[in-house]
């Protein structure tokens, strides 16, 4: 009874809340948690950390949307290509004297105004003042990043530190240089936990280096990007090595992959890039790229046969074997895409190469018969957009080298009836021999291949101060899947979320989801509510989900749980930020488990896994101590319930964790 009290109260709580809001400083956490949960709660692949800087630097220097292309707007990932073209269209009838004018967008509803103020300005048009490359160092931004982390302290007191993995210190350095969004440079070293500072041939100080060059809008030089970098084109079913936005809700609410061509990369993830250079020159309606990408990966390389069997994408060296595997097979890719842009269409050719030392021969399993095997591998891929009035049609066909040639197709039509009612219908298929190891695309699986499936949905936000999200998904696959052994399983993911939005300081969210997939049922209700009063920040979530699977619970219910409160506060007479949460969770099992994104120290992220019985709390701390100096502070730990504890064998109940960040701008 106790309980049901408890969480009665906590929900009149946040209800009392919401009818008090009425004015904050800031609504941009509340915006950079809206993009990242979205992206975590449907399982997506992302660099979080290179989605941190993206939105970052643009919230401190915002585009300008009189001289913004499509590619600037194509950074911010809430935006659909149909706003983005509104947006284009207004600003070449006249150029935007104040944002309010951004209301006269029918597709543009308030809500999505409001996640797109921080990010923009309506700025005089100018000449593009040429480089003066003497003054560069002067007048550019400088951004100097040292990070150090403790994670996981409890270890050190049951274990020793000599490079077996339970070392917790975390570090990092990076040094950003910007000279007006056209020249940008920078380097960056990283050290994970349990990394040793040498090991003859694989380590010398940090861990991983990395550095980027990249220059852009220098005549018919769109962008040249030098060191490491992305690339994406199309759906990315040839290549794409970006952050990944192809889930099913962005997929329905966006329409489509954010499509970025080159880019610099800004993150120290140690995979899913690219390490040489490219260029992109634009001739009229043509932009024309090519690329080049020659780095060692990590892989079990059998010296003896040159063959390895699987590509290692943790990036952590700590133990032996990790460090003997570190950069030991080179591989290289060329590219080149050539993109037709017209006023409502596009349409683009894309052809990699990949070749590799040795030849990838992957240990035969019950699920990868129809996986790369060999040295090299060659896939081209046609990509498309056409819009006219409310419809798009949007797509990729693709085919890829392996013992067979396969075939890729994605094929979506967004359909707008009226302004804020669209319906999305998407069809993929990856034939069974399609396995191109570039490839990241939209899917119910991290690999595409061997899939069929068919979504249709519809989002609506014609209702003032709501919007309405609903989609269903139906798959199935010809082989067996990890962790499925039949060898045709079909399955349906489907989702209703409805959001309550009265003013761009407060919006509720209520979500159910059900999904069926390889004789496992899972259902999930979630409740939202962030508010802004006064100084202050809230956000609460309530999240349970039901699991049956008949191989592990005899199609027994199993229950899982977490209870959330954040709270931030903004004090007026200093520059002092301070963040406290409080869950806590409960899990039968592991297929129970839960993730809730959190905020971290710049750049950073956090979405630690729920699993077990217990609670976690973290407290962040910023302080903006002048204008060139920033202090950032957090300190989160994870409780299990004794019992519980006792029954997983754990060595002690506590996670604890503290990151620290100092920021210096010049």
Known sequence: MSKRLCIIAFAFFSVTLAAEVHFAPSMLPLIFQDIYEDLVEQGQEVDFEELSQQLADLSEHPLNLNTATADDLHLLPFLTDQQIDAILLLVYQQPLHNLYELQLIDCLPDYQIRN??????????????????????????????????????????????????????????????????RVQWGISMERDPGEPFYSPHKTYGADFYGGYLQLQNFGHLKRFVAGDFRASFGQGLVINTNMRYGGKLAMLQNGGFTREGLQRKTSTAEYNFLRGAGATISVGKFDLTAFYSARKIDANVDTAENTFPSIQKTGYHRTVNEINNKRSEWQQIIGFNGTLRLAS????????????????????????????????????????????????????????QNNTWGVANITGLRYSPINGIAFTALYRYYSPHFDNLLTNAFGETSRQNDENGLMLGTDITAVQHWRFSIYGDAFHFHGPKYGIRDSLTWGGDALLQAEYLPSQYMNMQWKTRAKIKGGEQKYELRYNLNAAVGNWLFKTVLNGNVVLTKEKTGGKPHLGGVISQQVEYHFSRVPIVIQARGEAFYTANYDNRLYLYENDVLYAFSIPMLYGQGGRWFLNFRYKINEHLSLYLKTAQTIYAPKWAVQQNLYSRTRTEIHTLLRVKF
Not at 348 to 370: R, S
């Open 345 to 400: 269409a596009r349409i683009g050719i894309t052809v990699t190469e990949q070749i590799f030392t040795d030849t990838l021969i992957p240990k035969t399993t019950y699920y990868n018969h129809n996986y790369f095997r060999g040295k090299r591998q060659f896939a081209a891929g046609l990509n498309y957009q056409w819009h006219l009035r409310r419809v798009m049609l949007f797509g990729e066909v693709a085919t890829a």
């Open 116 to 181: 797109l103020l921080p990010f923009v300005t309506a700025e005089p048009v100018d000449q593009q003042e040429p480089v003066y490359w003497r003054e560069m160092w002067h007048y550019a931004r400088h951004d100097l990043l040292l990070r150090l982390d403790a994670r996981n302290i409890e270890n050190t007191r049951t274990a020793k530190t000599n490079n077996n993995g339970n070392d917790p210190m975390y570090a990092y350095l990076k040094y950003n240089f910007n000279y007006r969004n």
